[in-house]
């Protein structure tokens, strides 16, 4: 028999040609596609950014804008609220 690839002659019963590794046979069962990643936000993105904004509110009386660092930090807060609910409801 000879490789349907290179052309090399190989044994009948050979399962793939031992010069270029080419199968001799089609596989009987096809693989699964692979699921497409999910275009969404992930969970790690929301909690990350609920963390830090925890960490500004926190910091925010010791820093000298204290009003500002408050609005960014509940800026923050609702982003990464935003995100873990966009993430929930895709995921539904």
Do not use: H, W
């Not at 002659?9 to 497409?36: F, L, N, Q, S």
């Not at 909690?47 to 804008?65: P, Q, T």
Request: aromatic residues 4%.
């Amino acid at each position: 028999m000879r490789c349907r690839n290179c052309g090399t002659e190989i044994a009948d019963k050979a399962i793939v040609c031992y010069r270029c590794g080419t199968a001799t046979t089609d596989p009987v069962r096809k693989p699964v596609p692979a699921k497409a990643g999910g275009k969404g936000p992930s969970l790690l993105s929301g909690v990350a950014i609920l963390v830090i904004a925890l960490i500004v509110i926190s910091f925010a009386r010791a820093s000298g804008y204290p009003q500002l660092m408050d609005a960014a930090g509940i800026v923050l807060a609702l982003v990464g609220v935003g995100l873990l609910g966009a993430r929930f409801v895709r995921r539904r």
